[in-house]
Every structure is written in structure tokens, then in C-alpha cells.
């Protein structure tokens, strides 16, 4: 932090500088903020800031002050005034010092005779700590160090719990070192640190170090620089202080830190320092500072053993690189030759690009060592092979050994920089380091990496003939080895490769078009189809090496390779245009014709698989399509023309599709796949809604099927394709079958039957329809379900209405006594069916019941007084024929009412259908006085909802 001396008053700045300039100053202002820094050899001390002046005229204040003490005779009134007065007679002395030019003047007598006062009459002040302080500040302000120490000494044995307490002790200190009295400012600036963190604490520690110093005790002045360092850096991660009098504090700790460790081990003691206190993340300006300290002594070795040091044991660290440059940079200065080679090569080992070290750095530091490794790599390898080259013929040992280092060099920097420009020479260097070691095979890798990765280098011609020589250099087994064939079969193979490459890097070579066609023959037979297809493309039309005299059959054999080569590397279109200019070329009597557009046909076949394979079906269709229509007499148009209507299908084009397969089942009626495609069709006539279509030919599936379970199932869903087209007849035929034929699972096996009763129902067909009923009430006795009950119960509603049908039928007749009986005994029967319908407790079908219920005890009593009237009464027999007829009708109608209000009691659970509706009905007119009023009607809706 920047300490400014900050006194508010009108010449604030010459009162610090006379401040800073008074060797003996100690203190600051009240409230203190800041302490001493260092300069030069000695620590120098920058002083605190004082607290601002009053605004307020200083003689006005003490003339009211004065007033004030002259007018109390309260003693606390004047001890508190006297203090007051004390302040400011500080104040004015400090505003006379700051206009005064001279250093002879005693301008805080008046101050100094304030406090002396205002101490003795008051000894047992609470603030006198703070008036001792005040006091001393004066004496020494004025000149008089000794009287302000001796003031300070009491205040610090007298005031241990004062605020003031450490603030003396570190005056006190800075006294003691002043005079050289190390020891005794030790033990103060100890006292300082003892009391923990605070405004001097820092300084405490820096100057604890100088006094350790000073007393060459060298151990503890190194602990206590670092620990200075601790708290000067530890919120800096790059070891920077955070402000320019921190900065200095830390260099100057770091340079008494070299001065200390080259006073005892040197680099050594250093090392020792941080095994003891335990490393530093700023260890490496420690190890710079030493290293530094011993080159401005031009002590070379010790200087470069301590960035080794730090090399050492920082392997990981970012500053590594930079020591072993510094390191290297040293040995220079200091002429040693032999270590500055051994510099630069453990810098290249340690920082190459294959290495741990340099793959974990950031980019800007990569590149920072790029640049040391392009240096030294360029010159170890023309160091070594300069030493290769002027060897004696009797050091062929060390010769060869210098070679090897030296392509070691040339190979590491094309490796590491493959792009720089100087990348070319390096490798064309490299080969011919090998080539002059005897190592041909490598000098032959290096020569085509000349020629061929960089071609617009100059010597990229050069390289790539010289490559070529390099191959007759290669050794051969003796003759009557086995493996003499085959090692001549390599090199003549690898030269061949050799000279294709160069011919393609440089066409105008005379020496070009001679190898072509041969080549890649020899490359096809060897299965490099690639290869092959480049060296005959280059003797086609428009192709390099093509010449308008070429010979016909040069070209057909061109396309060929080239036609087969990409047919066996799956590239399928270029084989289709290959073959299709051989077929161009060929005469018409050709012998190879037939297996040619056999061929021709097979590679569009493959595109469309390929296309399949990566889902393009409507590419894949058309390509199958294609095969149709170029190569309708191969073999394989059968498989194109169903994998063609196969791909329509995955796309949905069904007509196409459709259209397609038609016409393979017309071409190919007894071929293994005709038989399958049925259950295709079906699919393509539903999702075109052809349901009758759909169904013919999943009848025909169904009939050739031999799973049992497979075969149900299409037996349903063929049924269900005929409903659709409205075939009811096929639809009940094939739904009789399934109903009839696969009892399970009895699910489906009661849609069946459901859907039989429906279909009959349609039809008209009642007998029909009630046998399927009772199967389906059958069906739900042995195996209940929810659905098989309320199909159950559906179907038990159809018997009970056919017994109400056969009740309402019956009119009551003379002789009413046996009519009477026989409308019983089918009353008997409706209500049984009911009950019975009722039982299976579907809420539909209950509501129906109950209302059928209470319609027949109404429909019962209706008939009875509609009953035929015997026709020998008189007026009064007739009259009292009538009133019998209504007393036997009405028990019958209020069992209908209770009947149809226990109905209608359903809407109160939620349930209010047709049938409820129905009884409301029926009670407006049974009961008109109750039901047929409005406000009934809504209450009761009301209610319901």
C-alpha cells in the first residue's frame, strides 16, 4: 500500500517531508495507518498519517477553552478542558512546525508543559496512557529523544493493556536498532509480534529480521525474512506485492535472504530453509534472487548450481524453462563451453514437445520454450554432424555415434515443428546425415518426406530422385536365403510406390508415364485398390498422363483397374462409371461382355444396400430401380426389383410399392419370395384405406400360416379388414371361424363374439344373434372379466327385453281370469330377466333394468284397465267391475312409481342416463303432481350436479 503522508493542514506536505527527514521521528498522527518501509542498505521508516486538523480556528478554540476552565471550579469539568487545551497546544505546535523553515525552533514546549500539567494534577486518569503518549509524540517532536523514550518505557510498563502499547513498543524498537542496539530492539519488535496481527505487525517481522541480521544471527534472520515474505505476498499469487512500498520491502527481504544463504551454504542453506519451513509459492524468486546475487558477484558456478537447484527440484514448475535458459545464459557470461553444451541438451530433452512438461504448459509459455528449442535443436544437430563429417577415418565408431546424434536433432525439430519454414532443410538434412551413416532405409523416409510433405520446397525434386537411388542401396540377404524373395519382393515393391509418388508430384519428369499402367496393375493384384485406381486414373482422358494416341486397350485395362479397385473398396458408384466406359469401349463380340454388365449391374445393386444401410431408402429404391432399367437381363434385377418395392415401402410409397410387387408376383409366381409378399400388400391396401384388398390378401396369408398363435391373429384382423370394406358376410364368416376355432385368449375370443352380435344385429339375422348372446353370457360364467361382465350383461339385457316384448304382446281378454294368468307368468319371466340383467351390477345396464322394471309393473296395470269388459254388466256391475279392476291395477303402478324413483334415486351417485331420464319421464306422467313441476326438475339437477 502507497504510504502518503496525509496532515490536513495548509502545508501538509513539507510537514511530512521534515518528518521523513528527522532520523529519530517515531511517530505519526492519533490514528496511526501506516509504518516505516526501507530504503537502500538500512530499513528506512515512512511515517503514519495524521489525523486531520480541525477546521476551526485553533486560537478561537483555545481561547474558549480557556474561558471555559477559568469560569468551572469542577474538577472533572477541568481535568476534561485541560486535555482539551492539551490537544490543541499539540495542534497549533504542529501547525507552527509545518510554516516554520527552521529545525533549531523548541515549538512544542507549550505542548510539552500541557500534558507535564494536565499528568500531574491528575494521576489517576483513565486516559493518562494516552496523555503519556501524547507527551512523548511532543518531546520527540521537539528534539528530545531521550526524555520521549524514557516517557514511552514508562507508558509500556505502566500501560500493558494500552491501545498505545504496541505502537510504543515498535518506537521503542526502531529506537534501539537505530543506536545498534540489536538485541534490545529484537526483543521489542518481538513484543510487537507477540500481541498478533495488527498495524505493525508486518514490520515487526521485517524489522525482527534486520535486527536478527545485525546480530549475524543468519538462521534466524532467514526465518524471519520469509515469514515478512509470508505476509507480504500471501494475497499475491505471483509473488508481486500489491503495492510499490510492499514491493520494496519484499525485494529488500530477498536480497538479505541471498546475502544470508551465500553467507553460510549458499544454495544449500536455501534448500534447507524450505525442507525446514516448508515450501513457498514464491520458492522460485528466491532461488532468481540468489542466482542473480552470485552473477553480480561474477560468481558463475554458484550462480547457475542455484537455478539448477531450483530445476531440481521444481521439476514441474512454470519458471523451470526459464532457469535452465538463465542457467545456460550464466555459463555463457562465464565462458564455459562444455557446460553450456550440456545446458542446451538437457533443455531439449527436458522440454520437448513428446514430454510431460511441455504438454501441460500454457501457450504462451509453449511458445516461449519453442523458441529456445528451434535454437538449440538447429545448433546440436549442426554441431554434431560438422563433428561427423571432419572425423578421422580410425573414429568410425564415434563418427557413426555422431551421425546418430545429429539425425537425433535434425528428426526432433521437423518432429516439433513441422510447419516452421526452416522444417524442409532440416528433414532434407536429416537424410542426409543417414544417407552418409549407411542407415539408407531411414535416409530413404526422409527423402520422401521432403519430396512429398513438402513439396514447395526447393530441394523437394532432389529428395524425392534421391529416394529413389537410395532403394538400389538397400541390403539383400544372400541369394540362397529363404527370405532373399521376399525381401526383394519389398524393396522392388517400395521403390515402385517411390516412383508412383514421384511421378505424381512431378508429372513433367520425362521418366513419368513409362511406369504407369505396370504399376497399377502390380498394385491391384496386390490388393492396394486405392493405390491402383490412382495410377491408372492418370492415364484416362483428361488425366495427366492420357495422350489422344494412346492405345484403346490401355484405356479399357485403366478403367478396369480402376472399375475393380473401387468395386472392392465398396465404392460402388465409381465402379458403376468405370465399368459403364468399358462397356463403351468393348466391342460387341467381346467374350468378357456377359460377367461385365454382370458386374456393371451388381455395383448399382450395391449403392442401393449401402443406401439401406444408412436408411436413404427412397435412394436405395432408386437405385434397385436403376438396376431394372440398365441391366434388365442380370441375375440380380429379381432381388433389385423386390428390395426396390421393399424400400417404397419404409417410405410409405405405397402405390409404388404396391405397383412393384404386383408385378413380381405376375413375373416370378413360383419364386420363394412371391409367397411371403402378401402380408406386405395388406399392410400397403390399409395404410391406402383399400380395406377390402387389405383383407383378400390377408386371407391368403392366413390360409398358408402355420403358427397357431400367428394364424389367430390374422384370422381377427382379417375379419376386422372386412368389416371395414363392408363385406359383413366375410366379416361374419371369418369372425365365426375365429369365435368358433380360438376360445383363447377369451378376450379377444368375446370381441369376436361381441362383434358377431353386432354384425347380426345389422343383418337382422335375431336367432343368429341370440345364440352368440348366450355364448357370450356362457363365456363370462366360466371366465370373468370386467369386459366379459358388461358384454354379459348386455347381452342378458337383450333376453330380458325380448321377455317384455312377449309381455307387452298379451292383452288382457275374457276370460280376464286365464289371460290374466298367462300375462303373469310373462310378467314373471320379464322380471326375472331383469333381475337377473341387474345382478351383474353394470351401471348401463342396471338403470335399464330398473326402468324396464317399473315398466312392466305399468305396463301391467295399464292393461288391466284397458282390459276387455265382459258384456252382460249392467251400469252398476260394470261401475263396480271397474273400481275392482283399478284396486287390482293399482298396487301394479306404485310398484312402477317406487320402481322408477329408486332409478332416478341413481342420479344422486352421479349416474344420470338414458334410463334415469326415462324414469323422470315416466313420473311426470305417473305422478304429475310431484314430478311435473320445474322447480322439482332443477332442484333435482341441481342435486345431480
Known amino acids: 500500500?502507497?504510504?502518503?503522508?496525509?496532515?490536513?493542514?495548509?502545508?501538509?506536505?513539507?510537514?511530512?517531508?521534515?518528518?521523513?527527514?528527522?532520523?529519530?521521528?517515531?511517530?505519526?498522527?492519533?490514528?496511526?495507518?501506516?509504518?516505516?518501509?526501507?530504503?537502500?542498505?538500512?530499513?528506512?521508516?515512512?511515517?503514519?498519517?495524521?489525523?486531520?486538523?480541525?477546521?476551526?480556528?485553533?486560537?478561537?478554540?483555545?481561547?474558549?477553552?480557556?474561558?471555559?476552565?477559568?469560569?468551572?471550579?469542577?474538577?472533572?469539568?477541568?481535568?476534561?478542558?485541560?486535555?482539551?487545551?492539551?490537544?490543541?497546544?499539540?495542534?497549533?505546535?504542529e501547525a507552527l512546525l509545518a510554516q516554520s523553515t527552521s529545525s533549531e525552533q523548541k515549538l512544542f514546549a507549550a505542548t510539552i508543559a500541557a500534558y507535564e500539567s494536565l499528568l500531574a494534577d491528575n494521576p489517576q486518569d483513565a486516559k493518562r496512557d494516552q496523555h503519556l503518549y501524547q507527551l512523548a509524540r511532543a518531546y520527540e517532536m521537539n528534539g528530545e529523544q531521550e526524555k520521549s523514550l524514557a516517557i514511552l518505557n514508562g507508558l509500556v510498563v505502566e500501560h500493558q493493556d494500552s491501545s498505545r502499547y504496541v505502537e510504543s513498543q515498535f518506537r521503542l524498537a526502531e529506537s534501539n536498532f537505530s543506536a545498534g542496539k540489536y538485541q534490545a530492539a529484537a526483543?521489542?519488535?518481538?513484543?510487537?509480534?507477540?500481541?498478533?496481527?495488527?498495524?505493525?505487525?508486518?514490520?515487526?517481522?521485517?524489522?525482527?529480521?534486520?535486527?536478527?541480521?545485525?546480530?549475524?544471527?543468519?538462521?534466524?534472520?532467514?526465518?524471519?525474512?520469509?515469514?515478512?515474505?509470508?505476509?507480504?505476498?500471501?494475497?499475491?499469487?505471483?509473488?508481486?506485492?500489491?503495492?510499490?512500498?510492499?514491493?520494496?520491502?519484499?525485494?529488500?527481504?530477498?536480497?538479505?535472504?541471498?546475502?544470508?544463504?551465500s553467507t553460510l551454504e549458499g544454495v544449500q542453506s536455501l534448500n534447507e530453509t524450505l525442507d525446514r519451513m516448508g515450501e513457498r509459492h514464491y520458492a522460485a524468486q528466491l532461488y532468481q534472487s540468489l542466482a542473480s546475487y552470485y552473477l553480480n558477484l561474477q560468481r558463475y558456478k554458484d550462480s547457475a548450481d542455484s537455478y539448477q537447484a531450483f530445476v531440481e527440484r521444481y521439476p514441474q514448475a512454470d519458471q523451470r524453462y526459464q532457469y535452465q535458459i538463465a542457467q545456460i545464459e550464466v555459463y555463457q557470461q562465464g565462458g564455459f563451453r562444455q557446460e553450456v553444451l550440456q545446458g542446451k541438451i538437457n533443455f531439449v530433452g527436458d522440454n520437448q514437445h513428446a514430454g510431460g512438461y511441455w504438454q501441460s504448459r500454457s501457450g504462451a509459455i509453449k511458445n516461449a520454450i519453442d523458441d529456445k528449442l528451434q535454437n538449440y535443436m538447429t545448433e546440436l544437430a549442426s554441431y554434431y554432424h560438422t563433428l561427423a563429417q571432419q572425423a578421422d577415418s580410425?573414429?568410425?565408431?564415434?563418427?557413426?555415434?555422431?551421425?546418430?546424434?545429429?539425425?537425433?536433432?535434425?528428426?526432433?525439430?521437423?518432429?516439433?515443428?513441422?510447419?516452421?519454414?526452416?522444417?524442409?532443410?532440416?528433414?532434407?538434412?536429416?537424410?542426409?546425415?543417414?544417407?552418409?551413416?549407411?542407415?539408407?532405409?531411414?535416409?530413404?523416409?526422409?527423402?520422401?518426406?521432403?519430396?512429398?510433405?513438402?513439396?514447395?520446397?526447393?530441394?523437394?525434386?532432389?529428395?524425392?530422385?534421391a529416394a529413389i537411388l537410395a532403394y538400389d542401396k538397400l541390403p539383400l540377404p544372400a541369394s540362397d536365403d529363404e527370405s532373399y524373395a521376399l525381401t526383394q519382393q519389398a524393396i522392388a515393391q517400395a521403390k515402385i510406390d517411390s516412383s508412383l509418388?514421384?511421378?505424381?508430384?512431378?508429372?513433367?519428369?520425362?521418366?513419368?508415364?513409362?511406369?504407369?499402367?505396370?504399376?497399377?496393375?502390380?498394385?491391384?493384384?496386390?490388393?492396394?485398390?486405392?493405390q491402383a485406381i490412382n495410377t491408372a486414373l492418370a492415364l484416362t482422358p483428361g488425366n495427366r498422363l492420357y495422350q489422344a494416341s494412346s492405345d484403346k486397350h490401355l484405356v479399357i485395362s485403366a478403367w478396369l483397374v480402376i472399375a475393380q479397385s473401387a468395386f472392392d473398396t465398396q465404392d460402388y458408384f465409381y465402379a458403376e462409371t468405370s465399368y459403364s466406359e468399358v462397356l463403351a469401349l468393348l466391342p460387341t463380340k467381346d467374350k468378357r461382355l456377359k460377367d461385365l454388365n454382370e458386374r456393371y449391374a451388381a455395383s448399382i445393386y450395391k449403392q442401393g444396400?449401402?443406401?439401406?444401410?444408412?436408411?436413404?431408402?427412397?435412394?436405395?429404391?432408386?437405385?434397385?430401380?436403376?438396376?431394372?432399367?440398365?441391366?434388365?437381363?442380370?441375375?440380380?434385377?429379381?432381388?433389385?426389383?423386390?428390395?426396390?418395392?421393399?424400400?417404397?415401402?419404409?417410405?410409405?410409397?405405397?402405390?409404388?410399392?404396391?405397383?412393384?410387387?404386383?408385378?413380381?408376383?405376375?413375373?416370378?409366381?413360383?419364386?420363394?419370395?412371391?409367397?411371403?409378399?402378401?402380408?406386405?400388400?395388406?399392410?400397403?391396401?390399409?395404410?391406402?384405406?383399400?380395406?377390402?384388398?387389405?383383407?383378400?390378401?390377408?386371407?391368403?396369408?392366413?390360409?398358408?400360416?402355420?403358427?397357431?398363435?400367428?394364424?389367430?391373429?390374422?384370422?381377427?384382423?382379417?375379419?376386422?379388414?372386412?368389416?371395414?370394406?363392408?363385406?359383413?358376410?366375410?366379416?361374419?364368416?371369418?369372425?365365426?371361424?375365429?369365435?368358433?376355432?380360438?376360445?383363447?385368449?377369451?378376450?379377444?375370443?368375446?370381441?369376436?363374439?361381441?362383434?358377431?352380435?353386432?354384425?347380426?344385429?345389422?343383418?337382422?339375422?335375431?336367432?343368429?344373434?341370440?345364440?352368440?348372446?348366450?355364448?357370450?353370457?356362457?363365456?363370462?360364467?366360466?371366465?370373468?372379466?370386467?369386459?366379459?361382465?358388461?358384454?354379459?350383461?348386455?347381452?342378458?339385457?337383450?333376453?330380458?327385453?325380448?321377455?317384455?316384448?312377449?309381455?307387452?304382446?298379451?292383452?288382457?281378454?275374457?276370460?280376464?281370469?286365464?289371460?290374466?294368468?298367462?300375462?303373469?307368468?310373462?310378467?314373471?319371466?320379464?322380471?326375472?330377466?331383469?333381475?337377473?340383467?341387474?345382478?351383474?351390477?353394470?351401471?348401463?345396464?342396471?338403470?335399464?333394468?330398473?326402468?324396464?322394471?317399473?315398466?312392466?309393473?305399468?305396463?301391467?296395470?295399464?292393461?288391466?284397465?284397458?282390459?276387455?269388459?265382459?258384456?252382460?254388466?249392467?251400469e252398476l256391475a260394470l261401475e263396480q267391475y271397474e273400481i275392482l279392476l283399478e284396486e287390482q291395477a293399482y298396487p301394479f303402478e306404485e310398484k312402477a312409481i317406487a320402481i322408477h324413483e329408486q332409478n332416478i334415486e341413481n342420479s344422486w351417485n352421479g349416474v344420470y342416463d338414458d334410463w334415469v331420464k326415462e324414469s323422470f319421464s315416466a313420473l311426470k306422467q305417473l305422478l304429475p303432481a310431484r314430478y311435473n313441476k320445474e322447480e322439482s326438475v332443477e332442484y333435482l339437477m341441481e342435486a345431480i350436479h
Not at 443 to 457: C, F, G, K, L, T
Request: glycine letters at 4%; hydrophobic letters at 40%; charged letters at 20%.
Open 501 to 530: 509418388r514421384f511421378t505424381q508430384a512431378f508429372p513433367s519428369d520425362t521418366r513419368s508415364p513409362a511406369i504407369q499402367i505396370n504399376s497399377a496393375q502390380a498394385q491391384l493384384a496386390l490388393g492396394q485398390h486405392q
Open 187 to 261: 526483543q521489542g519488535y518481538s513484543n510487537v509480534i507477540a500481541r498478533g496481527e495488527g498495524l505493525y505487525y508486518q514490520n515487526a517481522h521485517y524489522m525482527l529480521a534486520w535486527s536478527r541480521f545485525k546480530s549475524a544471527h543468519y538462521d534466524d534472520a532467514i526465518e524471519n525474512f520469509v515469514l515478512t515474505l509470508d505476509l507480504m505476498l500471501q494475497y499475491a499469487g505471483e509473488g508481486i506485492a500489491r503495492e510499490r512500498g510492499d514491493q520494496e520491502m519484499v525485494n529488500d527481504s530477498l536480497r538479505m535472504l541471498s546475502v544470508s544463504f
Open 1 to 93: 500500500m502507497n504510504r502518503v503522508v496525509n496532515r490536513a493542514m495548509n502545508k501538509a506536505t513539507l510537514l511530512a517531508l521534515s518528518i521523513s527527514l528527522s532520523a529519530c521521528s517515531m511517530f505519526g498522527g492519533e490514528q496511526a495507518e501506516q509504518i516505516a518501509t526501507l530504503a537502500d542498505l538500512q530499513p528506512a521508516y515512512l511515517p503514519v498519517k495524521s489525523q486531520q486538523l480541525p477546521s476551526a480556528n485553533l486560537e478561537e478554540l483555545r481561547e474558549l477553552y480557556l474561558a471555559a476552565l477559568q469560569a468551572s471550579d469542577d474538577r472533572e469539568v477541568k481535568r476534561q478542558v485541560n486535555s482539551r487545551l492539551a490537544g490543541i497546544e499539540m495542534q497549533r505546535s
Open 609 to 874: 444396400e449401402q443406401a439401406l444401410a444408412a436408411n436413404q431408402h427412397l435412394i436405395a429404391a432408386q437405385h434397385f430401380s436403376r438396376v431394372m432399367a440398365k441391366a434388365p437381363d442380370s441375375s440380380i434385377r429379381l432381388n433389385a426389383q423386390y428390395d426396390a418395392a421393399n424400400s417404397y415401402y419404409a417410405i410409405k410409397d405405397w402405390d409404388k410399392a404396391a405397383a412393384l410387387l404386383l408385378d413380381f408376383r405376375q413375373r416370378y409366381p413360383q419364386h420363394s419370395l412371391t409367397a411371403s409378399m402378401g402380408a406386405t400388400l395388406a399392410v400397403i391396401y390399409q395404410e391406402t384405406e383399400q380395406w377390402g384388398l387389405a383383407a383378400d390378401e390377408l386371407a391368403v396369408v392366413y390360409h398358408n400360416e402355420q403358427d397357431p398363435a400367428q394364424k389367430a391373429q390374422l384370422l381377427f384382423l382379417t375379419a376386422e379388414l372386412y368389416e371395414k370394406a363392408g363385406n359383413a358376410s366375410q366379416a361374419i364368416s371369418h369372425y365365426r371361424d375365429y369365435a368358433h376355432g380360438y376360445k383363447q385368449p377369451v378376450a379377444i375370443n368375446l370381441e369376436a363374439m361381441n362383434k358377431l352380435n353386432d354384425l347380426y344385429l345389422a343383418a337382422g339375422e335375431d336367432s343368429k344373434r341370440r345364440f352368440w348372446l348366450k355364448r357370450i353370457i356362457k363365456a363370462d360364467q366360466q371366465q370373468r372379466s370386467e369386459r366379459s361382465r358388461y358384454l354379459a350383461a348386455m347381452a342378458s339385457s337383450v333376453f330380458a327385453d325380448d321377455a317384455y316384448q312377449a309381455f307387452k304382446s298379451i292383452k288382457l281378454t275374457l276370460p280376464i281370469k286365464r289371460s290374466l294368468q298367462k300375462k303373469k307368468k310373462a310378467l314373471n319371466l320379464a322380471l326375472e330377466r331383469y333381475q337377473q340383467t341387474a345382478s351383474y351390477g353394470v351401471a348401463d345396464f342396471a338403470t335399464l333394468s330398473l326402468y324396464r322394471l317399473a315398466a312392466v309393473y305399468g305396463q301391467l296395470s295399464r292393461d288391466l284397465i284397458n282390459s276387455e269388459r265382459p258384456g252382460n254388466l249392467d
Open 394 to 465: 580410425k573414429q568410425q565408431a564415434q563418427e557413426q555415434q555422431d551421425y546418430q546424434t545429429a539425425a537425433h536433432y535434425y528428426d526432433l525439430f521437423v518432429e516439433s515443428f513441422p510447419r516452421h519454414e526452416r522444417a524442409a532443410d532440416m528433414l532434407f538434412l536429416l537424410a542426409e546425415a543417414y544417407y552418409e551413416s549407411g542407415n539408407y532405409q531411414a535416409s530413404i523416409d526422409s527423402y520422401e518426406r521432403v519430396a512429398y510433405h513438402y513439396s514447395h520446397s526447393d530441394k523437394a525434386a532432389e529428395a524425392g530422385y
